[in-house]
């Protein structure tokens, strides 16, 4: 539960209605922000920003819904009418049964509740706020009233804000109006104090999320006093929709039911018929559907699902829906991005150009503005002091990041290519807060994927003038003239491209940076529009290295199957040049480029469906080309990962079966609308997350498998006793126990079960490719027959060799303890051999089976219970003999493995 506010967490009056002035004076706040220690104050005073999470399943809970079942009604039926006929031990033992198993489904369920509650944690929102002046990150629910939040594209909002100023700033609130258009937002002055919620333009709401454009916005409301808060007891509490996989399961486990119980129905009029006492065969009929139908399977499948999503957190990936853990398993193609995913995302300024001579080599490392510059042989650094004062200067006026010193430890927040030029222009001597002081900020264009570039617009003297950062090639497009050491010259294009290319080619990351005079009319906002006739003052070129675990990682997908390709806003030849390093591309005919894509869409499909096949490095990528590119794979029959930081990339992280969002540098758009969330960022955590979901899924199938072929067994069994006019082989009560003793503990064992070691090895699962393939089929048929067949036959021997029906049923009843031992066994692995399966390696299987045969010779020599259960200690001799007949079926499961191999 979220802590309870000690005082309201809002201000009296609508914010809607009060001018953004008096709401700083009423919160006691200014447009730098808290200070520090005031925000702790407040924290304590207000509490936290979070709405009360709906009350997990207590620990009772989970026990009474153990008891809802039809057929658990079925049984206490049972249990009822054992007791009306004082047959109390029966009814005692139905009873006990009943107990011991909520009891194993309440330990099972529960800690999955609980692992699943503890992931919701791992990754929390948080948001950029201004304190004592400066920008920091911090988690959403130390938000107070009094903050000033910057508001970022793609992020959710996460109180109730007053915009103090907006630049294009969009917010989708269908979440809390239902409408489904974006809203213009506008920082304005006051509004009726009668305004609808969609009319309250200069308002943010907790829960929306930002569609474009940016802000600053003060915190008016959190927790419970937000809009969202009013409503949030109507939305508190709602289950959660199950994963695919159980809905089918539990739709299996129903229409296997109704088969077990005509099955059931048929043995109970031949028993009729041979003059059996109506309560024994409802008894028994209860028994053999309690036993056939594996009723526990869907638990038994959340369990395994939980064990594979916390395998998966522990390996740095969350998931979010259940229905992505098998969703995995069949993944044949990876787009990812480059920047973060493929790459450090550590941007260091490596290099400067200026027309007309050789780069500049700029020394350091990281955030910290710790180096210099080495310049070409010959230049004196005297005339290229103004010419890098300059460029600097346009490098942090056209920033939207911030960057600080603390305690001897330099750190920042924002975009990590804003941060690297930061750092550069520190180095130049040039800081930030000099530079907005000196010239302050009048508007801005703030950067946006699609566009490629950031402009800011400031008081120069008497003027003003724009500086422009962005993609070399889009703002070479605004400029008509070059920076150079004795003036502004007339723009050689072609030479600037020329070096924009030998750095790229270099594997550096290439931005340009302009600036220019200009005069806005009043009232007017800066656009694209205006940014013409610039100077282009030079290139800085950035370096991300690749990941060191990336190649491997790459290698591990293209043995396992999967096509890696490279998605990125990058210039080609950059994007190239680091794809040759992880082996995902080796030639510049698998590079496509966005422009390319554009042209063919626009006149030959075909030919885009053709660059989206061939192509493993797609530069200068858009968000609607990303999408575009996951709906061709999905029509050429790939089942698509994609990854994606963006609150544009949501519609292709939607879109494609498995959406992969960057817990790091992610927006919380794009965290939403993925269905995993790589808590590092790194693209070896996606490739742990396919090995983890084709582990999960692999267990998934060994669950199902153990419990369909055991319940078919018995059903076998039955069957053959009946066709042969024989005493039925097992009573009511020991089915019961059959049940108790060996499922419960086996099942939910085999969702621990460790990688076989072959799982990147193996070729994706075909995304249509049923549970119940053609190899389950042939096991659980194959295995059904063998133990149900076996059982019947050594049954029969031994009441041909003169044993009376206790006896034979004894052993037949130790005989299926025995079967479903070694079967749990056969379940580790669908192909290869149970003996390259060190017992150690799942010793919670191997305590199941130790301790379901101590159980049940144990029950043999207690008093009472072998009485209830009718059975009697048997010599080791004949346990000996048992063991090697159940020992056939491994022998005969070896063998169909060995078969499937070839």
Known sequence: MAQAPVKAARIPAAAHACDAATLLEQLDSSPRGLSHAEARSRLGRYGRNALPRGRPPSLLGVFVRQFKSPLIYVLLAAACVSALLREWADAGFILAVLLINAAIGTFQEYAAERSALALQGLVAARTRVLRDGDAHEVPAEELVP????????????????????????????????????????????????????????????????????????????????????????????????????????????????????????????????????????????????????????????????????????????????????????????????????????????????????????????GLAPEGTFVLPQGASSDEQVELLARLAHAAVLANEASLW????????????????????????????????????????????????????????????????????????????RMARANGDVELNADEIRSQAEALAGSGYRVLALADGALELAPGESLSAEHLRGLTLLGLVALSDPPRPEARDAVADCVRAGITVAMVTGDHPVTALSVARDLGIASDAETVVSGGELTDAARDDPAAFEMLCRQGRVFARIEPRHKLAIVEALQRQGHFVAVTGDGVNDAPALRAAQVGVAMGLAGTDVARETAALIVADDNFASIVAGVEEGRIAYGNVRKVIFLLVSTGAAEIVLFALALAAGIPLPLVAVQLLWLNLVTNGIQDVALAFEPAEGDELARRPRPPRERIFNRLMIERVLLSALVIGGLAFAAYHWMLAQGHDVAQARNATLLLMVLFENVQAFNSRSETRSLFLHSPLRNKLLLFGALAAQAVHIGAMYTPGLRDVLGIAPIPPGQWLTLLGIALVLLLAMEAHKALWRR
Request: net charge negative; charged share 20%; proline share 3%.
């Open 146 to 365: 009094g903050d000033i939040v910057l508001i970022e594209p793609g992020a959710k909002v996460a109180a109730d804000l007053r915009l103090l100023e907006e630049h294009n700033l969009t917010i989708d609130e269908s979440l809390l109006t239902g409408e489904s258009l974006t809203v213009d937002k506008s920082a304005a002055g006051a509004l009726p104090a009668d305004s609808a919620l969609g009319e309250r333009v200069n308002m943010a709401y907790a829960g929306t999320l930002v569609a474009s454009g940016r802000g600053r916005g003060l915190v008016v409301a959190t927790g419970l006093h937000t809009e969202l808060g009013h409503i949030a007891a109507s939305v508190l509490g709602k289950p959660a929709a199950k994963a695919p996989l159980l809905v089918r399961m539990e739709r299996f486990t129903q229409l296997l039911a109704i088969g077990v119980g005509v099955a059931v129905l048929l043995v109970a009029a031949l028993e009729l018929a041979r003059g059996a006492p109506p309560v024994d065969i409802f008894v028994l009929g209860v028994a053999l559907a309690v036993s056939a139908i594996p009723e526990g399977l869907p638990v038994a499948l959340t369990v395994a699902l939980a064990v594979g999503m916390r395998r998966m957190a522990r390996r740095n990936v969350i998931v979010r829906r259940l229905v992505a853990v098998e969703s995995l398993g069949s993944c044949t193609y990876i787009a990812s991005d480059k920047t973060g995913t493929l790459t450090v995302n550590q941007l260091t300024v490596r290099r400067v150009q200026f027309a007309g001579q050789p780069a500049w080599e700029v020394t350091g490392e």
């Open 405 to 480: 010193e603390r305690e001897g430890t330099w750190a920042g927040a924002g975009d990590a290519v804003d941060l690297a030029l930061l750092a550069f222009a520190h180095k130049a001597g040039v800081t930030q807060a000099a530079a907005r002081e000196r010239f302050a900020e009048i508007d801005t264009i703030p950067y946006e994927s699609d566009a490629r570039f950031a402009a800011s617009l400031n008081h120069y003297g008497a003027g003003c003038r724009v500086a422009v950062k962005g993609a070399a090639e889009t703002v070479l497009a605004m400029c008509t």
